[in-house]
């Protein structure tokens, strides 16, 4: 989950939007590096734009749907979530997803991250405390 923040984080920083951040447009290596595939999403931010909308068939945290970083953010992280709780988080209401939340095995910090994304808070990356989290693992 490191590796594909960071990798966002570099697209973002070349004004990529990649728009369809889906566990289907990821692969591994069998040195277990994930990478995106599936570029025809992606846009450079000011030279075109495209709507996901059908792409989210009913995401119930974002309403406006157009390719931006924020919503590259918001979309890897409902990824991460449900990567850990092995459900489909982006169909659920805000209640089922706190219910879902609040019972991973991860930390306070990592879930208040998590549930941020609720309230459409999708300006920062999850790097930082992903690799909190790390830490913190390998300390048990």
Known sequence: MIKLSQALEDMHKQDIIYGDISASN???D?????????MDGAIVEG???SNFTELLYGNKFVTD???RKEL???L???LFVNLLSKQNVARMTAEEFFKVLNNLEISENLKKYFGLI???YCEKYATKFLIEEKQKLRKK
């Open 76 to 78: 890897l992280n409902i």
């Open 26 to 28: 990821i692969i591994v």
């Open 65 to 67: 749907m157009t390719a």
């Open 72 to 74: 590259d953010i918001f």
């Open 118 to 120: 609720i309230n459409g």
């Open 47 to 49: 030279i075109g734009n």
């Open 30 to 38: 069998m040195h277990l590096n994930p990478y995106f595939v599936d």
